[in-house]
């Protein structure tokens, strides 16, 4: 039967839309022929408006996933810039919880994260070995500085070597500790522990504040105290603050953070896919870059070094 003109007319034009409509439709047939789908992608291609193939989407992992990890992240400002980094990259929704790395590893101990990134490696074995973390991988370092006031009344600024600083500012005083079992808190007690001083009976005005480094760096410059801190943090904050830095550069100052997938086989629920993804996103060149740029332009020295790659024992050298 003879189609009118306008029919003719109606099909001509509807023809192109209907054939791209069938190209698509193929993959969706349910046919695994790997030669089918490849033909009809470049098909397609052919078929976008600019003559050329249009970008594929990066596919996105979706979903959501809790980070615990220690204040520091948290108060420098780094994980500021991380997680948006992460969540547009990924699609993954993160929640992060900033306490000390004593509570950040209990919540992987109990499953009540998905990832951690905490700075106290000797913590950490015991928590590895256990099962609880897995996966771990080395992100960054920074260090651990002295801060006191600017009178320095101890006279550590002259300290021949860390041990000699710290005899004189339990001498002096006042020194405030976070006391909050986080990664900063477990590396003073063994600083005290190293130099041979009690910290409870022989550090004059020794007082805890139990909260972040943020909030204790406050209370230390309040009270024209000594305290012992991330450098990340102190530089962050250090425009609020009549603090100076009145000790650095010791080896034993050095700072590691690590990242660890909170185990899946002992706790079914945790988000793993999430979890992993977080971590290859840490370590990943262009991540890695960022950390260690991270404002670097503002205070003239990087926040954080980064390491992935790298081995403990070469870190500081």
């Excluded at 801060?147 to 101890?154: L, N, R, Y």
């Excluded at 020794?206 to 909030?215: D, S």
């Excluded at 603090?243 to 650095?248: A, M």
Aim: proline share 5%; glycine share 10%; with cysteine.
């Amino acid at each position: 039967m003879r189609r009118s003109f306008a029919t003719r007319r109606r099909f001509a034009l509807l023809a192109p839309f209907a054939l791209f409509a069938a190209l698509f439709a193929f993959p969706a047939c349910g046919g695994d022929d790997d030669d089918d789908v490849v033909a009809t992608a470049t098909a397609a291609a052919t078929l976008a408006p600019t003559g050329t193939p249009s970008p594929t989407p990066t596919p996105k992992l979706g979903g959501s996933m809790i980070l615990a990890t220690t204040t520091s992240t948290q108060d420098s400002g780094l994980l500021d810039v991380l997680v948006p980094m992460f969540t547009k990259e990924m699609g993954v929704e993160v929640k992060v919880i900033a306490v000390g790395t004593g509570a950040a590893l209990e919540m992987g101990a109990k499953g009540d994260a998905d990832a951690v990134l905490v700075h106290a490696p000797a913590s950490e074995k015991k928590y590895v070995d256990q099962g609880d973390l897995v996966e771990g991988v080395l992100v960054m370092h920074n260090d651990f500085i002295i801060v006191g006031p600017a009178g320095d009344p101890a006279k550590a600024k002259g300290s021949a070597d860390l041990k000699a600083a710290l005899v004189a500012i339990a001498a002096a005083g006042p020194f405030i500790s976070r006391g909050d079992d986080s990664g900063t808190h477990k590396a003073e007690l063994q600083l005290w522990k190293d130099a041979g001083i009690d910290p409870k009976a022989a550090v004059k005005d020794r007082a805890e504040t139990g909260q972040g480094m943020g909030a204790t760096l406050n209370v230390a410059d309040q009270r024209l105290a000594y305290t012992l801190t991330d450098r990340a943090t102190f530089l962050a904050q250090s425009k609020n603050l009549k603090l100076i830095v009145v000790f650095e550069g010791a080896s034993s100052l050095l700072n590691i953070y690590h990242g660890y997938v909170v185990s899946p086989t002992k706790f079914p629920k945790v988000q793993a896919a999430q979890a992993r993804a977080f971590l290859a996103f840490l370590i990943a060149p262009e991540t890695q870059k960022v950390i260690g740029e991270f404002k670097k332009a503002e205070f003239g020295q990087s926040l954080f070094i980064p390491d992935a790659g790298k081995r403990v024992e070469d870190l500081g050298k």
